[in-house]
């Protein structure tokens, strides 16, 4: 030892009898006897707040139901998982992009344009002469390609030129409108293969079409890899504390990029399946979308300060929305109502979630 | 055996002659400094004396502009925090660096989540048992008690968080921790349970550097006290000896002019 080290010495170790109780009694307040109102409380709050939604989506089948007992049907269903998926598809995105602390407005634009483009490419292939599964399969790899490019090119901007989301995406609304309006002349595109049509309308084993089962699959891909995977942790932890997530050495950036891809590739998914759907694809398509995805993902709890969010929450919003639309169409209430309806559902939500996180014990 | 000096076997970091310059502004002027196994030693000085900066310096957030750090005997040039983790330099930053939204053995992990072996592993998915439990373990050694490690860490308090940061930068064989401020939010009786742990850590052997404007806290601590004054190190302080008056004359600089 050095004579500076022996003459200055070390602390000796001190008592840590102290240190057994860090607020235990604030714990504790979880654990007191509950009125059965608290009881229920509690049971409505359960996977943040799921058991509440899922409760409200029966509930809103139910009514509609007993004013309309015809929505209780095949047809109905139908309709209703044919009208979910591109709201689903789109939320699912915006779920992931939501988490991170981001926005994204361009996912309705970005969803018209890839699919209005990867149809110019299927008419223009299809009247060449070319067998319709390649044109088919070019068009797709085509409007994948366009949605990635998108979010890619909107993640980028994002971390690299450090401008916030709502421009950069408020931007790729706008510049994916003008591009799409400019190939396709702003009319909608016909002529195209009519194999896409047995894609988007065909039922399988009788209750769910491709499109449906495509949601599915992506739905239940997207929420394992966001709840079990280290993308879906980091996801979290760039959204609510991203200086913290840079200082543990996730790459920060490169995480944004990969979501932002992501949205616009589910994006362009949704676009090609409703091409597949109407064999045409309409340059109208994805106006409002983009808000319907983010209040899906809204009603599903999604936070849009980040850090918080689930695709099971996101796909009950995007059911409440779908069931909203077909049953007030089936139960003849003029379809304002349904905007309405779903405005109101949307803050309920979020100052639900508010009571829900303030009672949870939760601190700031 | 050969012999070695233990002086220097005991050094874990070395600093020499470490200057940084934003554009004219000189934030460390040519700093020397050795920090041996189990010591805490404590870093003082006014706002804008450098203490930031050479944390920054240590921890890679900051690359300086001249010098040479040497960190258990090797030389190194700390380009990253997750550069400087990875030799073992952890820190626990004054707003603790801590995901509310994840649950708290989330937190303890960031960074360096454990996989699942095999396939599943290489596809991404997180072995959470294993962190669940590694958790558990880590709180248990540095005697932090908590009720879940599932809970969010938004539920804990002010001290418990800090815990939570505190407990992630010792955990897994650590052999620098680096703390900045870490109870300037606190109230009394929680910084007396962080100071608890400081000395919990050096009695494992891992030194601390402690930045702080508590005086008599770094007294309580530290076994030296390196005080910083216009972006240099002026004098090493011994808290058994020098009291806070003394201290506060070093900082002001005012014993800097009486020297001359």
């Known amino acids: 030892m050095s004579a500076k080290r022996l003459l200055m010495g070390r602390k000796q170790p001190v008592e840590t009898t102290m240190m057994t109780t860090l607020d235990d009694a604030e714990l504790d307040r979880t654990r007191r006897p509950r009125t059965p109102l608290q009881g229920f409380g509690a049971f409505l709050g359960k996977g943040d707040g799921d058991v509440a939604r899922v409760l409200v989506l029966l509930l809103i089948v139910v009514v509609i139901g007993l004013v309309a007992p015809n929505f209780i049907s095949k047809a109905s269903w139908m309709a209703l998982s044919q009208t979910a998926t591109v709201v689903a598809l789109l939320a699912i995105g915006q779920t992931f992009v939501i988490i991170t602390g981001g926005i994204d407005l361009s996912v309705g634009a970005v969803m018209a344009c890839s699919a209005v483009i990867g149809a110019v490419v299927m008419r223009e292939l299809a009247a060449g002469g070319a067998d319709p599964s390649i044109a088919i399969l070019v068009g797709l790899v085509t409007s994948l390609g366009i949605g990635s490019l998108a979010g890619l090119i909107n993640g980028l901007i994002i971390t690299k030129l450090r401008i916030t989301p709502f421009i950069v995406t408020l931007g790729m609304l706008s510049v994916a409108t003008g591009s799409m309006n400019l190939i396709s002349g702003g009319a909608e595109i016909v002529g195209l293969p009519p194999q896409l049509g047995s894609i988007g309308n065909t039922p399988l084993g009788g209750w769910f079409t491709v499109p449906v089962l495509v949601t599915i699959l992506v739905a239940v891909v997207a929420g394992v890899a966001l709840s079990q995977t280290r993308f879906g942790l980091r996801t979290f932890a760039v959204g609510s504390n991203q200086g913290a997530a840079r200082r543990v050495g996730i790459g920060v950036d490169w995480h944004i990029v990969r979501v932002y891809v992501f949205a616009g590739f589910l994006a362009a998914v949704a676009g090609f399946l409703l091409t597949s759907r109407f064999v045409s694809a309409s340059t109208m398509a994805g106006t409002g979308m983009e808000l319907s995805s983010i209040a899906a993902a809204v009603i599903g709890g999604a936070s849009l300060m980040g850090g918080r969010g689930s695709i099971l929450g996101t796909m009950v919003g995007a059911l409440i929305m779908a069931a909203l639309q077909i049953g007030l169409i089936i139960a003849g209430v003029a379809s304002f109502w349904q905007t309405i309806a779903i405005g109101i559902i949307t803050v309920a939500a979020v100052y639900g979630d508010q009571i829900r996180i303030k009672y949870s014990g939760e601190r700031s | 055996m050969t012999t070695i000096d233990p002086s220097t076997a005991d050094v874990v970091l070395r600093v020499t002659g470490v200057t940084k310059h934003y554009g004219h502004v000189q ?44 960190f258990e005997g090797e030389p190194v040039s700390l380009s990253s ?153 002026v004098a090493e302080l011994d808290p058994a000896i020098e009291g806070v008056e003394s201290m506060i004359r070093w900082i002001t600089g005012a014993a800097l002019e009486s020297e001359r």
């Open chain 2, 81 to 233: 925090p997750s550069h400087a983790r990875d030799l073992g330099i952890e820190t626990v930053y004054q707003d603790l660096a801590l995901a509310l939204d994840l649950p708290i053995w989330a937190n303890l992990h960031l960074g360096r989540e454990q996989r699942r072996p095999g396939l599943l592993g290489a596809l991404g998915f997180l072995d959470k048992k294993a962190m669940i439990a590694s958790a558990e373990e880590e709180l248990r050694t540095t005697r932090i008690r908590i009720g879940s490690v599932d809970a969010r860490t938004s539920a804990l308090s002010g001290g418990q968080r800090q815990a939570i940061a505190v407990a992630r930068a010792t955990a897994r064989g650590s052999k620098l921790v680096l703390m900045d401020e870490p109870t300037a939010a606190l109230g009394v009786e929680q910084q007396h349970r962080v100071g608890e742990l400081v000395r919990h850590v050096a009695d494992r052997d891992v030194p601390v550097i402690l930045i702080s404007h508590n005086l008599p806290q770094v007294r309580e601590l530290c076994d030296r006290v390196l005080v910083m004054y216009r972006g240099r190190i």
């Open chain 2, 27 to 70: 934030a460390l002027r040519g700093v020397d400094m050795e920090v041996r196994r189990g010591e805490v030693v404590g870093l003082v000085g006014d706002n804008g004396a450098g203490k930031s900066t050479l944390i920054g310096v240590l921890s890679g957030a900051t690359t300086p502009t001249e010098g040479a750090v040497e």
